[in-house]
């Protein structure tokens, strides 16, 4: 079975100019959320989708946008790029049907450097 | 605002030792997770636990859940070289809502 397969894994970018990444989730889930890494912050929520609708949203501004398709996969955007965009960006899925635990699954993440 | 909190947050022991790993968190939640990380790589979960007193146990690791206490517990057993990573707690912030709030992680170094 195929885990959560985000792309591209690694980027570097300037500051001003936008990014987008993607995740495709575990075949059968139907929730992707999205997770920001840095060292100085850890770990932090960024948004939820399930069926194409956003769920929930993390403290984040609004240059951090996401999607989701009808195949379930999605993609988080940036826009004007600053220095503390620099970090790495989670995917993760889950089941989320009626008996659903919650647990994610995470795929391997997307370093993005801003310069 | 949901707080969590795991302690130590580095933690350095030789082979064969027992040490217990603690996840403090604020407020009422009974989902909780248990997640290792290796460097360079992604978080790789380890645990579910969903209700009061859940215990659960996957070779020389075991967590538990106290929910009235608001703590669970990461406990190795005669630690191996090869369960070094950094490991993080997380606490669902409300039942199905898929929104998870992290610890700091403890960054745990095994010696041989």
């Known amino acids: 079975k195929a885990g959560v397969t985000q792309t591209p894994r690694y980027l570097i970018k300037t500051r001003g100019q936008q990014v987008t990444l993607s995740c495709s989730p575990i075949?059968?889930?139907?929730?992707v959320s999205w997770y920001q890494q840095t060292p100085g912050q850890g770990l932090q929520f960024l948004f939820e989708?399930?069926?194409?609708?956003?769920?929930n949203k993390g403290n984040f501004p609004g240059r951090f946008s996401g999607r989701q398709f009808s195949n379930s996969r999605s993609e988080m955007n940036v826009s004007t790029l600053e220095l503390g965009d620099s970090a790495l960006y989670l995917c993760?899925?889950?089941?989320?049907?009626?008996?659903?635990?919650?647990?994610?699954?995470f795929g391997e993440g997307s370093r993005l450097t801003v310069l | 605002e949901l707080k969590v909190e795991q302690n130590p947050l580095f933690l350095s022991m030789q082979e064969g030792k027992n040490y217990t790993i603690y996840c403090n968190y604020s407020?009422?939640?009974?989902?909780l997770y248990w997640y290792r990380q290796d460097p360079g790589k992604s978080l790789e979960s380890l645990f579910v636990?969903?209700?009061?007193?859940a215990v659960k146990q996957e070779g020389r690791l075991m967590a538990s859940l106290d929910t009235k206490a608001r703590l669970s517990t990461l406990h190795i057993t005669a630690a191996v070289h090869d369960l070094s990573a950094t490991y993080f707690c997380?606490?669902?912030?409300?039942?199905?809502?898929?929104?998870?709030?992290f610890g700091q992680g403890t960054r745990l170094t095994i010696n041989p």
């Open positions: 075949s059968g889930h139907r929730s």
């Open positions: 407020t009422t939640s009974d989902r």
């Open positions: 997380a606490v669902d912030i409300r039942q199905g809502a898929q929104k998870l709030v």
């Open positions: 636990l969903l209700s009061n007193g």
């Open positions: 993760a899925s889950s089941w989320a049907g009626l008996a659903a635990t919650g647990e994610l699954f």
């Open positions: 989708y399930f069926s194409e609708t956003q769920r």
